[in-house]
């Protein structure tokens, strides 16, 4: 747990590699095996009512000649998966190295032993952004042993709008067409 359920899947072991021009399919494996482990392994947190695994990320080595620890990309659900209907297999890739996504494999990283307190972890996106983390101390939730992770990156504005509604609309409450959503 990182702040939302993880699904945690190494890339290359389904013969994946993280670049944008696997997104799509990245996307749709994931959403499927996110859903696969909902249903075969759900989870819940310890002290908060907050069930799971709700999302997934995917990791690699960093790609050639980077200063990464890691590359990722997380998988986002934006539908719900019915499995007689394949193209509700649908989802859509974090821009960024996802904040929480990074949080927790730096969590699992720490359980395997393969990341020390106060080590720096550096999370490359599949677009090459970056964030930086590292863990800063032991603790406890319910019952169970954490870290607490420290995790800094940058943001930017993507866009400023403005929503109106005029009296005479006559979709005053907005409307879904069964594109995307």
């Not at 995917?58 to 620890?69: D, E, I, K, N, Q």
């Not at 720096?120 to 870290?147: D, W």
């Amino acid at each position: 747990f990182g702040g939302m359920w993880y699904v945690i899947v190494q890339a290359g072991q389904l013969g994946l590699e993280i670049r944008p021009e696997n997104g799509k399919r990245l996307a749709s494996i994931g959403e499927m095996i996110k859903v696969t482990a909902g249903e075969q392994c759900p989870v819940s947190h310890p002290t908060l009512p907050y069930p799971g695994p709700d999302i997934l990320v995917f990791t690699a080595p960093p790609p050639p000649g980077s200063a990464s620890t890691a590359r990722n990309t997380v998988v986002m659900s934006n539908g719900v998966l019915d499995w007689s209907k394949p193209e509700t297999c649908t989802a859509m890739l974090d821009r960024s190295p996802c904040g929480s996504g990074t949080a927790a494999v730096m969590a699992a990283r720490h359980h395997r032993g393969e990341l020390q307190l106060g080590e720096e972890f550096v999370h490359e996106s599949i677009l090459g952004t970056v964030f930086k983390g590292r863990l800063v101390r032991k603790t406890t939730v319910g019952e169970f042993e954490a870290v607490v992770p420290v995790v800094a990156g940058r943001a930017f504005i993507t866009g400023v709008g403005d929503q109106i509604v005029e009296s005479d609309d006559p979709l005053p409450t907005g409307y879904t067409v069964a594109d995307i959503w």
